[in-house]
């Protein structure tokens, strides 16, 4: 597995978190498109938000990132600072 998280911080961040929010059904078809995907979550920051995108390999990982920004690109009004990506090998996951 792989995992990819996206920080958004700075100017305009929390507004776009607020935006993105809003339309979060958009938000899981856009996500729900990768294939491979196991898991997302989008957390609200003091600042902003931090998504945390899960998917069985790499290559989901780096497809959702390009989903991700198309999503914001072609929904969302507000500009912000682009993301702070993270990405890894995913080497302990469970849920309960």
Same mark, same amino acid.
């Given at each position: 597995? *792989? ?8 100017? /305009? ?5 607020d935006q993105i929010f809003s339309q979060a059904k958009g938000v899981e078809a856009a996500i729900r498109s990768? +294939?491979? @995907?196991?898991?997302?979550?989008? @957390?609200?920051?003091?600042? /902003? =938000? ?11 990982? %780096?497809?959702? @990132?390009? @989903?991700? #920004?198309?999503?914001? %690109?072609? %929904? =969302?009004?507000?500009? #912000?600072? +682009? +993301? ?8 302990? *996951?469970?849920?309960?």
């Open positions: 597995m *792989h995992t990819v998280i996206r920080q958004y911080s700075g100017e /305009g961040a929390s507004e776009l978190t990768v +294939p491979g @995907v196991i898991s997302y979550a989008l @957390v609200r920051t003091s600042g /902003g =938000c931090i998504s945390i995108t899960i998917c069985e390999d790499e290559v989901g990982s %780096n497809r959702s @990132v390009k @989903v991700a #920004a198309e999503f914001i %690109n072609n %929904n =969302c009004t507000v500009t #912000a600072n +682009p +993301p702070v990506v993270s990405e890894g090998e995913t080497i302990i *996951h469970f849920t309960t």
